[in-house]
């Protein structure tokens, strides 16, 4: 009887969960979403960076794909800032900063991050202009990569290339209409 009604309450959270996500998505809730990894889970091998040279590089530097659902109204343009807060030794690492990306845009293909499609570039830790993946030291644990999508109502072309995360944000107080994010975990 106990495992019958343990059983009955499961299923009814499973069904509440379920009916709450639908009605988020119903009601219009601005999500970031990716089909490489669930939120909280592990992004694979393959999404690590690949620096010659760098042993705690392992892996392909092949972005994940990204999709994201009801923006805020008033959305002109997207930002997008891929960081590790363990990195770094505690003081965070900045591995993409995106924006510019056209309000028309709904995603990012596997690898367009890497690529540098749709998007104007800032400056990431390594300083580069593109997406650079997970590079953890061995014995370092798991990290937290957090992928946040920005809306704006700045245009797309508003803003340079090269600027930092810190740049950025800096440049998008008062332009931001709401965020989004996920994130995905990596270690050695």
């Not at 392992?58 to 009801?70: E, F, I, K, M, R």
């Not at 028309?104 to 749709?118: H, N, R, V």
């Amino acid at each position: 009887m106990i495992g019958r009604g343990l059983s009955a309450l499961a299923l009814s959270a499973a069904l509440l969960s379920g009916s709450l996500s639908f009605a988020a998505q119903a009601a219009g809730t601005f999500t970031l979403s990716s089909s490489a990894f669930q939120d909280g889970g592990m992004l694979a091998q393959k999404y690590a960076g690949a620096t010659p040279g760098n042993a705690s590089c392992t892996g392909d530097n092949v972005s994940p794909a990204l999709n994201w659902a009801n923006p805020p109204a008033g959305t002109t343009s997207f930002a997008l800032l891929v960081s590790d807060p363990e990195g770094r030794a505690g003081l965070g690492a900045s591995h993409l900063v995106a924006y510019g990306i056209p309000a028309t845009a709904q995603g990012f293909a596997e690898g367009d991050l890497t690529q540098g499609k749709g998007f104007v570039g800032g400056k990431n830790s390594p300083g580069t202009a593109v997406y650079h993946g997970p590079c953890p030291p061995a014995g370092s644990g798991l990290h937290h990569y957090t992928f946040v999508l920005i809306a704006t109502d700045l245009p797309p072309h508003a803003l340079g290339p090269g600027l930092t995360r810190e740049q950025l944000l800096e440049k998008l107080q008062g332009h931001a209409k709401g965020g989004a994010g996920i994130i995905g975990r990596f270690g050695q």
